[in-house]
């Protein structure tokens, strides 16, 4: 990072979020954004991408203050992520960023206090704003949101934007933002297909394209065992397993809440601390229940695949799927969850 010739205020923020040298997709993309490139980025789950992004964006922020007025709702940087999770994720690392800096971060993500982020939005100057897409077009339409002064668009998991429908969306949210040439766009995704390119070629002027072949996939790093079992054994085989095997820190995936209610009342039963994550547990509980998880307080987490993606939880030891996800992606972003960043799980 020291190559880099960044802002010392962000040099600390590095520092605290223990980064000491580059990853390989920070070091590429770095490269090209710093010097004030687009960017479109290939890379899994774990390499360090959100860090690429928002170091560039905080350190032309610190450099290039702005001397005219400005007024509440109008952020400097927009990154759009497609859930609520990994909004949220990104918001607690550019804060950990922007510790030593005076930038105001902020997120609007559904699920959370309409009211208490309206407020915000009214009376706040904001310099970088993380959102989701339908809390974002909510605002835009209140007016208590213009992203006519945005200098800086990242666009996070593109693809799964893609899939998830909303690409509608996005395509109005970069309507309200600058012309390409008056802004810089970063779009990350984690795979390259047709519809994604097109779309980056679309919003992006010149962009370089970084694609990271990393030294191990994720799969490499996690060792990886097929029970063979049926319906009504099922939980007895996952109790077993959490408990057999010692399984200090566990994630268990499953299709659909139902499932996840239904596993999680039975290990609770059995005395195990346990707690579950899904689309109708509110963000609030959501959010606490990631916290406890991840400061050791809960054992097993039961999860659809809302948290499959962009939740960055260190030392988890193993993770179950209760059930095969229907698209081979989401399998691999599942047990993604462990064996993070070359570890082994």
Same mark, same amino acid.
């Given at each position: ?11 600390? /923020? +590095?520092a ?6 580059? $990853?390989?997709?920070?070091?590429? &993309?770095?490269?090209h ?14 390499? /360090? ?8 964006v ?33 918001? !607690? ?12 971060? *902020?997120?609007?993500v559904?699920? *959370?206090?309409?009211?208490?982020q @309206? ?12 959102? $989701? ?7 835009? !339409? ?10 800086? =668009? ?9 899939? *998830? ?15 390409? @040439? ?6 990350? #995704? ?5 519809d994604?390119m ?5 919003? $992006?002027?010149?962009?370089? &394209?970084?694609? +990271? ?5 994720t799969?490499? $790093? ?16 996952l ?7 010692? *399984?200090?820190?566990?994630i ?17 039963? !059995?005395? =195990?601390?346990?707690s579950?994550? #899904? ?8 959010? !606490? ?6 400061? /050791?307080?809960l ?11 962009? +939740?960055h939880?260190?030392?988890? #030891?193993?993770v &179950?799927?209760?059930n ?11 047990? /993604?969850?462990?064996?993070?960043a070359?570890?082994?799980?």
């Amino acid at each position: 990072f020291h190559d880099f010739d960044l802002h010392l205020d962000l040099m600390h /923020g +590095i520092a605290d979020s223990g980064f000491q040298y580059c $990853t390989p997709i920070q070091a590429e &993309v770095l490269t090209h954004t710093l010097a004030g490139a687009d960017a479109i980025g290939r890379a899994q789950t774990g390499t /360090g991408k959100t860090a690429a992004f928002l170091i560039t964006v905080i350190n032309d922020l610190l450099k290039h203050p702005i001397d005219v007025q400005r007024f509440a709702g109008e952020p400097r940087a927009l990154i759009v992520a497609p859930t609520r999770e990994l909004a949220m994720q990104i918001e !607690k690392d550019a804060r950990v960023l922007a510790k030593h800096t005076d930038l105001q971060v *902020m997120s609007v993500v559904g699920g *959370m206090n309409f009211n208490r982020q @309206q407020e915000r939005l009214q009376n706040k100057l904001i310099d970088i704003l993380v959102a $989701t897409p339908g809390r974002l077009l909510d605002f835009a !339409k209140r007016r208590d949101l213009w992203l006519d002064r945005v200098e800086f =668009l990242v666009l996070d998991e593109a693809d799964r934007m893609l899939d *998830m429908g909303f690409i509608p969306d996005v395509k109005r949210i970069v309507g309200m933002t600058p012309k390409s @040439q008056y802004r810089q766009t970063q779009l990350f #995704s984690a795979t390259f297909n047709d519809d994604v390119m097109n779309l980056s070629r679309r919003w $992006t002027q010149d962009a370089a &394209v970084v694609e +990271i072949e990393p030294t191990q996939v994720t799969t490499d $790093t996690v060792e990886q065992k097929v029970y063979i079992t049926n319906t009504d054994d099922k939980f007895t085989l996952l109790y077993n397993l959490i408990t057999g095997m010692d *399984m200090d820190k566990v994630i268990v995936f499953a299709n659909r809440r139902d499932i996840t209610r239904r596993v999680s009342d039975r290990l609770h039963k !059995k005395g =195990l601390k346990v707690s579950l994550i #899904s689309g109708d547990v509110p963000q609030t509980q959501r959010s !606490k229940t990631l916290e406890r998880f991840r400061a /050791g307080d809960l054992q097993v987490l039961i999860a659809t695949d809302v948290a499959g993606r962009g +939740i960055h939880i260190d030392g988890v #030891s193993h993770v &179950v799927n209760y059930n095969l996800p229907e698209d081979p992606e989401d399998y691999v972003h599942r047990i /993604g969850r462990t064996g993070r960043a070359g570890a082994s799980g």
